[in-house]
């Protein structure tokens, strides 16, 4: 079902945005601290023991009923009012990732190799938040299912609390998320209809020809020479096969062949990404990197072994739940903080598996000037905790009206 599109924001609904404004402003030094340990404690994806048992003490201390070990370290709170009928789901995910830190922050990774260098940490840390006010002073009448997901950047975690019964075990009108987004403003908010993110298909190509020495390449089939052709030809792809009006990423991520110089190897690895916003352009190129590897390969005598493991599909944010979303920015923060303008990135997220089994939108918040997301140098910025969290309260209270 779509969520019905809102009436512009009363005089009462402003009173409201200030009572949760003031409402969080009370309390949310304790979860810039409480951002701050998850962030000396990052966990890898399906590893989220500490995290998650973190995040269901607080549900349960404030009066949620906790359902833990869905996907493993996933889990949800639950927490119901009145006698409405509508269910409304807010996810946040929980993983870090294998990266050592640089920031050289007090409160940097104390697990070596290992750090929230995408703003899981404070995702989780919003979502909280803004489950304590809703326990304490939320106004809303029917279920509201707050979903804190393992393993988004690694192995899929929404794909499997689905699989394990996610949206059966707590139904959900409608589900939402939030990602955070360096370089645009601090507390601004970016809303996109239809595609949001990409997909990503992570694909192996094999090389495999002839070794030998390399002063008598005439001897051997060079898979090296090969791979460099098919590098060269896959640039192709999305110039000549995908639609200039549509997206197409195609990207040779890492190429190994050989140990010396005066050796041709016997065999040459390489590896892509692949994303596209719309499935149709994700099939064909599904379709012609194998094809032109295994062409360019032969052409040179050698071989090609193509590996395609399918990823995430494309974030495709419903109509309906979108406009709702942009319209609770604005009559939260005003116009001026919601970007009209926002565009897609292709950047990909497994959000995407939970809007093809239920309505809804994923939402974007600036980080404000930093470093990039999966950098060494990435940090949260905890000023953008309160104002995350007052935006989760108002959706909640106005989807749940």
């Not at 950047?153 to 609390?161: L, V, Y």
């Not at 645009?184 to 030998?212: E, L, N, W, Y």
């Not at 292709?346 to 600036?366: H, N």
Request: proline share 5%.
């Amino acid at each position: 079902m779509g969520a019905a599109l809102p009436a512009a924001a009363s005089a009462h609904d402003l009173q409201r945005v200030k009572s949760v404004e003031e409402g969080i402003a009370a309390f949310i030094h304790e979860f810039q601290a409480l951002r701050r340990d998850l962030h000396q404690h990052p966990e890898l994806s399906f590893q989220e023991h500490r995290t998650s048992a973190i995040v269901a003490e607080r549900l349960a201390s404030w009066g949620y009923e906790v359902t833990t070990g869905i996907a493993g370290t996933g889990l949800v709170g639950t927490l119901r009012r009145g006698q409405g009928t509508k269910t409304l789901g807010i996810r946040a995910d929980m993983d870090a990732l294998p990266i050592t830190e640089a920031t050289g922050l007090p409160y940097a990774s104390q697990n070596a190799g290992v750090m929230h260098a995408c703003g899981h940490d404070g995702h989780t840390t919003v979502l909280l938040a803004a489950a304590r006010f809703l326990a304490e002073s939320g106004r809303f009448d029917g279920t509201l299912n707050l979903i804190f997901q393992p393993a988004e950047e690694n192995g899929g975690g929404a794909h499997r609390m689905i699989g394990e019964g996610l949206f059966e075990r707590f139904p959900c009108d409608a589900v939402f998320g939030l990602h955070n987004w360096p370089c645009v403003g601090a507390g601004h908010f970016g809303c996109v209809t239809g595609p949001a993110m990409a997909s990503v298909d992570q694909i192996t190509i094999t090389v495999r020809g002839k070794g030998g020495h390399g002063a008598a390449p005439h001897e051997t089939v060079d898979p090296v020479v090969a791979s460099a052709h098919i590098i060269t030809a896959l640039q192709t792809v999305v110039s000549r096969n995908v639609d200039p009006l549509d997206m197409g990423v195609v990207t040779v991520g890492s190429i190994h062949g050989g140990n010396a110089p005066n050796v041709v190897p016997e065999s040459v690895e390489l590896k892509l990404t692949a994303r596209a916003f719309k499935p149709e352009v994700r099939e064909v190129l599904k379709e012609r990197i194998p094809a032109i590897a295994r062409a360019q390969a032969e052409s040179f005598g050698a071989t090609a072994d193509v590996l395609y493991r399918p990823g995430y599909p494309a974030v495709l944010n419903h109509e309906a739940e979108t406009e709702l979303a942009r319209s609770v920015a604005i009559d939260t923060f005003g116009a001026a903080r919601v970007d009209a303008g926002f565009r897609p990135r292709t950047a990909s997220e497994d959000f995407a598996f939970m809007l093809l089994k239920r309505p809804g939108s994923y939402v974007f918040v600036g980080n404000g000037d930093g470093a990039s997301l999966h950098s060494p140098y990435y940090d949260f910025n905890d000023a953008i905790l309160a104002p995350s969290a007052t935006y989760w309260v108002r959706l909640a209270e106005r989807f749940l009206a």
